[in-house]
Structures are given as structure tokens and as C-alpha cells.
């Protein structure tokens, strides 16, 4: 009986451990970021702050400047961010377009960002996800 309390005990923490992208408000931290237009690799901290399906927050800064962006269509579905899997989120806000693609791999975790004005990529930067907070 001890053993299978301690087995259930185990399991129930397992479930709580595993954070879905698409429902759970979670903060991705960046260790620093590179340009893929540039090719220059910058080691500034920032943060992503997504609330489900809803909106993204990208803050710089340690806070001190926060862009909110609107999620209006998503790509995909990543029920577990402790497995392999992405997602791509449009985004809109602060009189951009683009698109916020969340990913793990066997490489690591990763976010690319991109805003584009017309046809024109302005923005496209990669970073490394060095952890993720569920809030």
C-alpha cells in the first residue's frame, strides 16, 4: 500500500510538471538573441510572457519596457513544453505584424521573431530560452 501511495504521489506530480503552451500563461526567458538579418549575436536578457492564446508580452529591459501584443491566429498545437514540439503564433500590436514561433528540439528550446512592414521582414531575431516560469 506505502509503495502504491508513493507511486500515485510521483505520477500526480509528473502531470502538474507539464505546461501547455496554448492554456497556460508562461514566461520564457532569453538568455540573449541573434539577428538573422545582421548575423550578430547580442547577450541581452528579455522575456516572453504568453497568455495562452490571447496576447504576448515581449519584455526588455528588466522590465522597464514591455511590448503586448495580440495573438490573431495560431499555428499548431504543443500540449507539453518538457517534449519536442512548436507553435506559431500571428501577432499584432504597437502598428506591427509577425509572427512569434515557439520551439523544442533535441538542440534546446528557441523563439523566433519576426515583424514584418509590407512586404519587408524588419525584425527577425532568434533567442535562447534558457528556462519558462508557468505564472
Given at each position: ?17 507539464a505546461?501547455?503552451v ?26 516572453f ?5 490571447q ?17 490573431t ?22 502598428e ?18 519576426t ?8 525584425i ?8 519558462i516560469?508557468?505564472?
Amino acid at each position: 500500500m506505502k509503495t502504491l501511495s508513493i507511486f500515485i504521489l510521483c505520477l500526480t506530480g509528473y502531470f502538474l510538471q507539464a505546461q501547455s503552451v496554448t492554456t497556460q500563461t508562461l514566461r520564457w526567458n532569453a538568455s540573449g538573441f541573434k539577428d538573422l538579418v545582421s548575423g550578430e549575436t547580442v547577450a541581452v536578457a528579455s522575456q516572453f510572457v504568453t497568455y495562452g492564446q490571447q496576447q504576448v508580452e515581449w519584455v526588455q529591459g528588466n522590465g522597464s519596457f514591455i511590448s503586448t501584443y495580440t495573438i490573431t491566429s495560431v499555428t499548431g498545437s504543443w500540449a507539453n513544453v518538457n517534449n519536442d514540439g512548436s507553435i506559431v503564433y500571428n501577432i499584432a500590436g504597437n502598428e506591427l505584424t509577425g509572427q512569434l514561433t515557439f520551439a523544442r528540439t533535441t538542440t534546446g528550446i528557441l523563439v523566433q521573431l519576426t515583424f514584418t512592414s509590407g512586404t519587408t521582414s524588419t525584425i527577425q531575431h532568434s533567442y535562447t530560452i534558457t528556462s519558462i516560469d508557468t505564472l
